[in-house]
T-cell receptor, first 114, second 112 residues
Framework: EAGVAQSPRYKIIEKRQSVAFWCNPI?????LYWYQQILGQGPKLLIQ????????DSQLPKDRFSAERLKGVDSTLKIQPAKLEDSAVYLC????????????FGPGTRLLVL | DQQVKQNSPSLSVQEGRISILNCDYT??????FLWYKKYPAEGPTFLIS?????DKNEDGRFTVFLNKSAKHLSLHIVPSQPGDSAVYFC???????????FGTGTRLTIIP
């Protein structure tokens, strides 16, 4: 069974530029999560999708971050414009139906904003 | 506000000995607790969990203990093996909410 795929694995941009991350969850998984993990901290949930609907985006900085999961499968997370403090690893996870015990994580995208 | 705390950023243990990782929480609504393991350049992997109706859950070399009155849980690994070297995250969720709140992690190093 293929795991959660994410791309790119690494990205370096300058502040005020835009960047987008892509995630393809495990086939059949209805729930998709985007987390931000800043160095030295635990992952923090940014947004949770159930199929193509948003369940929780309370910690998503909506002035600069956006995410979509149009067809209920893969998802993109965008930052526009990026700030220095957005430097972090962005993790995508999926689960069958929102059962948090079995969230499967992708390898993450490491973003560096200069 | 850090609702889940792992106060030890790192821990070194001799191979074959017991590793004990600790986690404290402040939110009394949390009713389910999980431990994730993370290797460099990989995403976290689910390790073991415990419901608030239990005080112990065991899976092979891994045992999680929950002390609800102290709002404390611990992960015991025995015997520790070199492959256990990783960062361990404690996470918690409350009833009816799928959101996981993670601690800051403890880096475990097993010394051969």
């Amino acid at each position: 069974e293929a795991g959660v795929a994410q791309s790119p694995r690494y990205k370096i941009i300058e502040k005020r530029q835009s960047v987008a991350f892509w995630c393809n969850p495990i086939s059949g998984h209805a729930t998709l999560y985007w987390y931000q993990q800043i160095l030295g901290q635990g992952p923090k949930l940014l947004i949770q999708f159930q199929n193509n609907g948003v369940v929780d985006d309370s910690q998503l900085p909506k002035d600069r971050f956006s995410a979509e999961r149009l067809k209920g499968v893969d998802s993109t997370l965008k930052i526009q414009p990026a700030k220095l403090e957005d430097s972090a690893v962005y993790l995508c996870a999926s689960s069958i139906s929102g059962n948090s015990e079995t969230q499967y994580f992708g390898p993450g995208t490491r973003l560096l904003v200069l | 506000d850090q609702q889940v705390k792992q106060n030890s950023p790192s821990l070194s243990v001799q191979e074959g000995r017991i590793s004990i990782l600790n986690c404290d929480y402040t939110n009394s609504m949390f009713d389910y607790f999980l431990w994730y393991k993370k290797y460099p350049a990989e995403g976290p992997t689910f390790l073991i969990s415990i419901s608030s109706i239990k005080d112990k859950n065991e899976d092979g070399r891994f045992t999680v203990f929950l002390n609800k009155s102290a709002k404390h849980l611990s992960l015991h690994i025995v015997p520790s093996q070199p492959g256990d070297s990783a960062v361990y995250f404690c996470a918690a969720k409350d009833f009816g909410n799928e959101k996981l709140t993670f601690g800051t992690g403890t880096r475990l190093t097993i010394i051969p």
